[in-house]
């Protein structure tokens, strides 16, 4: 039927392309086409590209076409070749031709296409096309339109998928992303320009990386010869630039060791704190802590950094913080050290009975005094810690980059405070926190983390009895329930399932229950111990031999 409906509306390709309706018909169309029906639309559109391409309905269909090369190309399906009953002939180009031809117009005018709002969505299509990798950030921009803060998110949250491409295309590619040498200084500046030279960036570095560093070479020794700033750094001015300075965080994660700490050492080193009070150059900076590999580039930026912490979580940026933890958990060092920084940040370093409530804190990204409403007077000595408050007051609410520090600091090679604090918890602070979505991540770092022993994790997880149907009845909870049944010991399984099992209707009525019913065998378990029990032995026996076979 695909077929039959693209043959009639090929002759009609570029009116429907370029209307709300027909374009979205044709996107849907688009992605379960064969071969040749896909190349004889990509050919009307290519032969109207510049109206296509800024065409905010026309756009999307291109991007259609184009994300189809993944399922066609390379296809060894051979279709019969042959005048349809219209009259209708073959297309006379491949899809690699047209694709290759399609990146030579726009080469053409690549100035034109990559400055273009709509335009600038097809360049990075084609560019991931060439490549032969779909970024996850770009496949989520063409379902749709992002809020402020999901623009914002780390590059290196991003999934990419790659695919086989002809070697003619990566040098396609290399070709096609040489335009941005002849107008560096519009891709800096621009800041829909600037979206195509960042994703390019990517690609480049899986595909191309020598290619990659050449690009950055000129991105960086163009803002270097620039004016300077105040303080003498060329590269400040633009570091707190909205626009340029997406494009040196992704300049920062794509660079080697070696040119990363020449960059460090020319243009951020004793400017690391003024750069983190910034409200944009501190996003830079954090993706030059996301970069960091090496002890010899963390050391030096640490001993800049670290007395400034408190002062940069009360100047409302805790993504520094978080990425400088993350690059002490990564490289390995000074970890205790900057576990004691943050006990001094968030007021709970001394008296040491304070620093057993340390995980609240972090998971809130709150002082003690705000955490606990305290009124205390400057210079007072800060009043020890009572268990009774500890456990009266309900786990306040986990922010994402709470979650993200206690992720870091449960991989520490010594977490034993964490898990102390996480021990104290009472049954619904710590229900409270694996229902969470953010703090259910604790959870799964507590379960996966290689520094935390079984006996540790044993000593926490037990505060969670008599939580346990509150927990398999939350849509986070149930998840974190399932990933402590999957690593539970079989004495530990038949606790879980016995208290789950007294109230067994409640369950089964439940839409994120009966899903935890069914996963422990909850019927047959109260039904017939014995076999239930029998088939738990054979799962962890499994489970024993498999993990035995991986240690190996």
Request: hydrophobic share 40%; charged share 20%.
């Amino acid at each position: 039927m695909v077929h039959n409906v693209l043959k009639e509306a090929e002759a009609q390709a570029l009116a429907l392309a370029t209307n709300r309706t027909g374009s979205e018909m044709l996107q849907e169309l688009l992605g379960f086409s064969p071969l040749k029906p896909l190349c004889r639309v990509l050919a009307t559109l290519r032969s109207n590209l510049h109206l296509v391409a800024c065409h905010r309905c026309g756009v999307h269909v291109l991007q259609s076409a184009l994300l189809q090369l993944p399922r066609l190309l390379g296809s060894h399906v051979e279709e019969e070749v042959e005048v349809e009953e219209d009259g209708k002939d073959p297309p006379s180009e491949t899809l690699e031709e047209l694709v290759l031809g399609l990146a030579s117009d726009v080469c053409d005018d690549f100035l034109i296409y990559c400055g273009d709002t709509h335009g600038s969505f097809v360049v990075r299509t084609l560019m991931q096309m060439l490549g032969g990798t779909l970024l996850e950030s770009e496949r989520a921009r063409h379902r749709g339109s992002q809020s402020p803060e999901a623009q914002r998110a780390p590059t290196r949250e991003c999934k990419p998928t790659d695919f086989e491409v002809p070697e003619s295309f990566l040098n396609c590619l290399q070709d096609l992303c040489s335009c941005f040498l002849k107008d560096i200084a519009v891709f800096i500046t621009d800041k829909i320009s600037s979206f195509c030279f960042q994703v390019a960036l990517q690609i480049l570095h899986r595909k191309l990386p020598q290619f990659c560093a050449h690009l950055c070479n000129a991105v960086i020794d163009y803002l270097s010869n620039r004016n300077s700033s105040a303080d003498g750094s060329p590269l400040l001015l633009f570091l707190q630039d909205q626009t340029s300075s997406r494009l040196l965080e992704q300049v920062l994660l794509v660079l080697d060791p070696p040119r990363l700490q020449g960059l460090f050492e020319n243009h951020f080193q004793g400017r690391l704190q003024t750069l983190a009070a910034h409200p944009i150059a501190n996003f830079p900076l954090q993706r030059l802590l996301d970069a960091i590999t090496t002890p010899e580039l963390l050391s030096p930026v640490f001993e800049e950094l670290s007395p400034a912490l408190e002062a940069v979580l009360a100047q409302g940026h805790p993504g520094v913080v978080i990425a400088l933890v993350g690059a002490c958990r990564r490289v390995g060092t000074h970890q205790a050290q900057v576990l004691q920084l943050l006990l001094e940040a968030f007021h709970c370093a001394e008296p040491s009975s304070r620093q057993v409530a340390c995980v609240p804190l972090f998971a809130t990204l709150m002082t003690y005094e705000v955490y606990y409403g305290l009124l205390e007077e400057e210079g007072a000595v800060p009043a020890e810690h009572q268990v009774e408050t500890g456990t009266a007051r309900a786990l306040g609410e986990v922010t994402v980059l709470g979650s993200l520090l206690l992720q870091h600091l449960l991989h520490f090679s010594t977490p034993a405070l964490i898990l102390r604090s996480l021990g104290a918890l009472t049954g619904p602070q710590l229900l409270s926190l694996a229902q969470s979505p953010a703090g259910s991540h604790v959870l799964d770092a507590i379960l996966t983390s290689p520094s935390v022993t079984r006996k540790q994790r044993r000593r926490v997880l037990k505060n969670l009895k008599g939580q346990y149907v509150a927990l398999a009845c939350s849509r986070h909870g149930s998840r974190v329930l399932d990933a402590i049944w999957g690593g539970a010991a079989l004495g530990a399984r038949k606790e879980i399932a016995a208290e789950l099992g007294e109230r067994n209707q409640e369950l089964i009525k439940d839409p994120f229950g009966h899903h935890v019913a069914r996963n422990v065998a909850l019927t047959t378990f109260l039904k017939r111990r014995e076999a239930w029990e029998q088939q738990q032995g054979a799962v962890a026996k499994r489970r024993r031999v498999l993990n035995s076979i991986l240690e190996d």
